[in-house]
Antibody, heavy 116, light 108 residues
Framework: EVQLVESGGGLVKPGGSLRLSCAAS????????MNWVRQAPGKGLEWLSS????????YYADSVKGRITISRDNAKNSLYLQMDSLRAEDTAVYYC?????????WGQGTLVTVSA | EVVLTQSPGTLSLSPGERGTLSCRAS???????LAWYQQKPGQAPRLLIF???SRATDIPDRFSGSGSGTDFTLTISRLEPEDFAVYYC?????????FGQGTKVEIK
């Protein structure tokens, strides 16, 4: 069974940093691209970043470019999102998702709250 | 950036009725790279349709997708109680991948 489990969310002050993790199981992680998507409270889905299976292709949304870094460790079956210079508007549930004909599997999400 | 505009914002229907959701792109999107997702409160999104018209695994055949170029449609032939949710389209043709703002299908 494919499983994606995010962790690392929590309360952080404006200007702070956070590193999210996504642990993958039930499939050959190194064969699939991965994405991060977020959803602010009561709002729609916002695509953030994509990384190819071997990390040679990486893309970011303009809204977060320069403040986030996506990475992966295929040996550990893990995806990461480093977020810096956090702002109140970054408050959201952050999802990792597997790339296969769109985003075919999603984690349950981890909540990031940016507040003083 | 490809902007996806979904309409209507809210669709009020009764169980058993047909639902038609629209997704319009600001520039042409390859049909191979247009997806639809369903999201219920407190849950992660679920992939319904990929490649504009192909159903994802275990998706009932009452869900169908169509369209090409800049106009795409998700049709729910007969709404079941579990279908009341928010639906998003997404293009994964070119970066940045983008989502529409969503259509809420609510019980009339």
């Amino acid at each position: 069974e494919v499983q994606l489990v995010e962790s690392g969310g929590g309360l952080v002050k404006p200007g702070g940093s956070l590193r999210l993790s996504c642990a993958a199981s039930g499939f050959t992680f190194s064969n699939f691209g991965m994405n991060w998507v977020r959803q602010a409270p009561g709002k729609g889905l916002e695509w953030l970043s994509s990384i190819s299976s071997r990390s040679n292709d990486i893309y970011y949304a303009d809204s977060v470019k320069g403040r986030i870094t996506i990475s992966r460790d295929n040996a550990k079956n893990s995806l990461y999102l480093q977020m810096d210079s956090l702002r109140a508007e970054d408050t959201a549930v952050y999802y990792c998702a597997r790339v296969f004909h769109g985003l075919d599997y999603w984690g349950q999400g981890t909540l990031v709250t940016v507040s003083a | 950036e490809v902007v996806l505009t979904q309409s209507p914002g809210t669709l009020s229907l009764s169980p058993g009725e047909r639902g038609t959701l629209s997704c319009r792109a600001s520039q042409s999107v390859s049909s191979s790279y247009l997806a639809w997702y369903q999201q219920k409160p407190g849950q992660a999104p679920r992939l319904l349709i990929f490649g504009a018209s192909s159903r994802a695994t275990d998706i009932p055949d009452r869900f169908s997708g169509s369209g090409s170029g800049t106009d795409f449609t998700l049709t729910i032939s007969r709404l079941e109680p579990e279908d009341f949710a928010v639906y998003y389209c997404q293009q994964y043709d070119r970066s940045p991948w983008t989502f529409g703002q969503g259509t809420k299908v609510e019980i009339k």
